[in-house]
């Protein structure tokens, strides 16, 4: 078993880093990690088998190229996926440790995981491809990692494929890269200015194409079209224009891929597994599984189909209940099902072959002409899609009101949009009825206020004297009289006063002279 860490897979054209010198001493990375073998090579960098000195364990560590290291915002938004990476505790997830820099060196401690990729493990196969029965078991590991990292920690991978799926020697499935690969591309893309998408094209959705904001839908597509791989070989499309085949056609069935390689040592594919791989890969989001959880339960519907008798030239249907006779030929048929030779005369088409009363319906088998069959169907599945024709002793099944609840919600809706709409044709009339009628308010104060104003004149009209009559000439108009007013009498003397000079009084004799 070789001892890998996915996410370094080769690019060409891409820039990689040095390997070390053989025969040489390699000094520890960043002081701690001591470097034991390489892992993996490629255009985001270098992963290598390290011992950490301080904790003695064995660690991966992957070391991003030198054109991110010198770029300020790329290495920002690395650290933010290492710190959003360090978050998931998933078992499906390979746990990253921490993030380590020095001048010209950045590196992402990981988990170190003994086991290889299903990529790898893929093109070991013969006819580069596998069974259902063994993509079901690391099918229903990944649907649980995802379902987790989508719904509880609120983080896309944005690069799912098969060399980022590790299957370790217990064949447990882990995910590598949870957001690491995608950053480092975007650094990158933004870097050299090329196409600023993050992931592998075969493996990316119509969304992620276009430059869209990424969520987990994006991450299901990438999941159907890594099952499409390891069913048939190849990617959905992986020839010419991959990105305009991803934007405007549809993939070829599983069953037709098989068919172009010449696969035909292989059981057939379950058209479950068809149409939950092709919900997968719709162009629309919202046509697609929800969650993960979703597309396990597109595998697991289980539609039972009885041959139901048509007329035929022999006569009409005999639709009368059977009779015990009838009953022990049907308990015969039950033991053919379990190996017994099938009876003369019996069809070689599918037929439903049940147990002897009491009937079970989880002990449900189908025999084929050749070979035989088993399938076990959960008892409400069963009853649900064929209730009382499964067997005639079955106990009838209680209407279900569901679809009651359902019908009555649906009209009451119904009921209130038509309210809604009629509410808007009523007010559609009677917006202008309420204009109009503001507008006869508003003329009707002004008339009143006119009217008020008239009556008012009238009244100060009637309290002006009486003019002449009518037809006799006004007189004519005085001459203006001008009037002489006697002068004003003149004020009287004040008194005299005491002091000062005074008429017929001699004034103050002079003031004597010093004496010496």
Known sequence: MQEIVAGADASPGEEALPAAVPGEPNPPFFGRYRALRELGRGGMGIVWLAQDTVLDIPVALKLVPEIIVHDTEGIVNLKKEVLRGMALTHPGIVRVHGFEQHEKTAGIVMEHVNGESLAERKARQPDRC?????????????????????????????????????????????????????????????????????????????????????????????????????????????????????????????????????????????????????????????????????????????????????????????????????????????????????????????????????????????????????????????????????????????????????????????VGVAIGGLAELIMAILRPLLKIAAAIVVLCGLLHLKQKWDAGAAQRQAALPPGPPAGVPAPPALPPQVIVLPPPPAPPAPPFPAFGPQPGRPLDPPPRPPRR
């Open 130 to 414: 596998f069974d259902v029965d063994e993509v079901r078991p690391w099918l229903e590991q990944l649907c649980a990692a995802l379902d987790y990292a989508h719904h509880e920690a609120r983080i896309a991978h944005r690069d799912i494929k098969p060399s980022n799926l590790l299957l370790t020697a217990a064949g447990r499935v882990k995910i590598v890269d949870f957001g690491l690969a995608s950053s480092l591309s975007e650094t990158r893309s933004r870097i050299s200015a090329r196409m600023g998408i993050s992931g592998t094209p075969p493996y990316m959705s119509p969304q992620q194409l276009m430059g869209q904001r990424p969520t987990h839908l994006d991450d299901l597509y990438s999941l159907g079209a890594t099952l499409y791989e390891l069913l048939a070989g190849t990617p959905p499309f992986f020839r010419g224009d991959v990105v305009a085949q991803i934007m405007h056609e549809l993939p070829m069935p599983l069953a037709a891929r098989r068919a172009e390689f010449c696969v035909t040592n292989r059981p057939p594919i379950p058209i479950a597994w068809e149409r939950a791989i092709a919900a997968c890969l719709a162009k629309d989001p919202m046509a697609r599984p929800q969650t993960a959880a979703a597309i396990l339960q597109i595998l697991d519907e289980v539609k039972v189909r009885t041959a139901i008798p048509t007329p035929d030239a022999n006569g009409p249907v005999d639709r009368t209940p059977p009779s015990a006779s009838s009953r022990n030929s049907t308990g015969n048929a039950a033991g053919t099902a379990h190996g017994d030779a099938p009876a003369a005369g019996t069809d070689s088409a599918t037929e439903l072959r049940l147990s002897p009363v009491p009937f079970k319906p989880s002990e449900l088998r189908i025999q084929t002409d050749p070979p035989v069959q088993t399938l076990a169907a959960p008892a409400e599945t069963i009853q649900h899609v064929y209730p009382r024709a499964v067997h005639p002793h079955a106990p009838r099944q209680s209407i279900s009101l569901r679809p009651l609840l359902g019908a009555g919600a649906f009209l009451l809706r119904s």
